[in-house]
């Protein structure tokens, strides 16, 4: 567990403006003010998702990654591209568990904005994957899964393909994450894992962000699941309404 949301005003505003950016000194912010504003020069500022897409632009140094997105699922408001930005940002504030795929996307999520246990797959499931000879990612996923842990959890698999390929058979079988977000990169069944773990959310109404492309990786996704956070600490401060569709009111608005 984290202290996040329970500090001086002077660590709330860092938190509040980078937290999601990692900077905690003065050259640190103004790097990160100065990143995220060209960013969003080439990147619509307008929605939750937008946020998410700028995110990605400046996790992946690349203007046109934002049209490689997707976001599917629904929430209680509705199946908008918002719906799992807000399905993500509600359970960051219900303090669901973060589950990530190996220990890389652990280390990359804040520990600020957030009081969410966040703990890692890999390391269980062993025997899983010795008896059967599926990949450890794949067993640890599936050893959580039985434990319970993936449901209301925020699912994220930064990595492994046969992790993503695990959640998607899970949610098939009833396993309903609160969001997922999932980047698994390479060029081994990583683009059509992404592409099953989209089929499933559409059909169970299970809000999920994925990319398109072989591009992702736990960098990746370390950062969406903080632009999550994120949001969420807006939604505390009153600056984002999650109960309403397509509500997004920047910092500057207020």
């Known amino acids: 567990m984290t202290d996040g949301p329970r500090r001086a005003d002077g660590d709330r505003e860092i938190e509040r403006e980078y937290a999601d950016l990692g900077a905690t000194t003065q050259n640190a912010m103004d790097i990160a003010e100065t990143s995220m504003d060209i960013v969003r020069q080439f990147v619509p500022d307008e929605t939750l998702a937008d946020r998410v897409r700028q995110k990605s632009v400046h996790s992946m140094g690349d203007i046109e990654f934002q049209h490689l997105l997707e976001f599917t699922g629904s929430d209680g408001n509705g199946g908008d591209e918002d719906a799992p930005v807000r399905a993500g940002a509600r359970a960051v504030l219900d303090e669901s568990t973060i589950v990530t795929d190996i220990t890389m996307a652990r280390a990359g ?146």
């Open 109 to 254: 999520i804040t520990g600020r904005g957030h009081n969410c246990e966040v703990r890692k797959a890999i390391g269980n499931g062993t025997e899983l994957a010795t008896e059967t000879g599926m990949t450890r990612t794949a067993a640890s996923v599936l050893e959580l899964d039985k434990q319970g842990v993936y449901d209301g959890s925020i699912a994220v698999v930064g990595n492994a393909p046969t992790a993503a390929f695990a959640l998607a058979d899970c949610i098939e079988n009833g396993t309903r994450p609160a969001a997922v977000v999932a980047t698994p990169v390479g060029f081994v069944k990583a683009e059509e894992s992404r592409r099953r773990l989209r089929e499933v959310s559409e059909e169970y109404d299970v809000p999920a962000i994925t990319n398109v492309g072989r591009r992702g990786g736990s960098g990746l996704a370390a950062a969406l699941t903080n632009e999550l956070i994120h949001v969420a600490s807006d939604a505390r401060d009153g600056s984002v309404d999650l109960s309403r569709p397509n509500e997004y009111t920047t910092w500057e608005e207020t």
